[in-house]
């Protein structure tokens, strides 16, 4: 399922995820707060069934799910680890599981750390200043999974 990330409801919903609350939220784009609540259970059915469909894609099997953070938290059947999908404003749906890599070789670490840094400010989370993405997820995803 295509996940629209501009779409108004999920700008609601990224507002929510961030702390502010469906009044705030109704207040500040000057609709009702019944509609701001139409529109967040509407975009949380999207977002479960997004994660749900990508775990099921990718072969995981779920355990845990948080459309109103957007995270699912799994186990990979053929790579036999822990894995975690979640919903980025500025990444869309990612997929993520458990390892560890030797990530100064890697092509994409740039890319890694950048999608790391930017998941854990969406969701208010601190991280500890490293240049290994691998204890970056590590620490980000113990975080995530508390959240659960």
């Given at each position: 399922?295509?996940?629209?990330?501009?779409?108004?409801?999920?700008?609601?919903?990224?507002?929510?995820?961030?702390?502010?609350?469906?009044?705030?939220?109704?207040n500040q784009l000057g609709i009702s707060r019944q509609a701001v609540s139409r529109a967040l259970l509407l975009m949380d059915e999207k977002i479960e069934t997004t994660l749900r469909e990508m775990a099921n894609a990718n072969q995981i099997a779920i355990d845990k799910i948080n459309a109103g953070q957007g995270i699912l938290l799994g186990r990979s059947i053929p790579f036999q680890t822990a894995a975690i999908i979640f919903v980025s404003e500025k990444h869309g749906v990612q997929v993520w599981y458990e390892h560890d890599g030797d990530c100064s070789t890697c092509q994409r670490y740039t890319e890694c750390i950048e999608l790391l840094w930017d998941y854990a400010t969406e969701l208010g989370i601190r991280l500890k200043k490293t240049a290994d993405p691998t204890k970056m997820a590590e620490e980000l995803f113990v975080k995530v999974k508390a959240m659960v």
């Open positions: 399922m295509f996940l629209p990330t501009n779409d108004k409801q999920f700008g609601f919903w990224a507002m929510r995820r961030s702390g502010v609350s469906n009044i705030a939220i109704a």
